[in-house]
């Protein structure tokens, strides 16, 4: 079992930053590939970004990827989520997931978190 705890939400304006964290229960947070996935009002949850547990690999979905870096501490159970140049349409509930592997991060599979709200202002 595996307990995922989000922070680091809050209200911005656009174009600032944020930086988000994951916080994981046990020491064998390294054994797992970490993601974070998001879910506006109204629509699907979508896929944001993931890592593997060495951090050797990382995907972002199109949107985000040239704004948001994905990165992780295995000494302090963390993974965090860097967010610049913030869009109005970043607004959403944030949460972290983890899984054995990144195909498995990225389809949304195993542990999640109970989220974090970002709210971008125009």
């Known amino acids: 079992q595996v307990q995922l705890v989000e922070s680091g939400g809050g209200l911005v304006q656009a174009g600032g930053s944020l930086r988000l964290s994951c916080a994981a229960s046990g020491r064998t947070f390294s054994n797992y590939a970490m993601g974070w996935f998001r879910q506006a009002p109204g629509k699907e949850r979508e896929f944001v970004a993931a890592?593997?547990?060495?951090?050797?690999?990382?995907l972002y979905a199109d949107s985000v990827k040239s704004r948001f870096t994905i990165s992780r501490d295995n000494a302090k159970n963390t993974v965090y989520l860097q967010m610049n140049s913030l869009k109005p349409e970043d607004t959403a509930v944030y949460y972290c997931?983890?899984?054995?592997?990144?195909?498995?991060?990225?389809?949304?599979?195993?542990?999640w978190g109970q989220g974090t709200q970002v709210t971008v202002s125009s």
């Open positions: 997931n983890a899984d054995s592997t990144l195909v498995g991060v990225q389809l949304g599979r195993a542990y």
């Open positions: 890592i593997s547990g060495g951090s050797a690999a990382r």
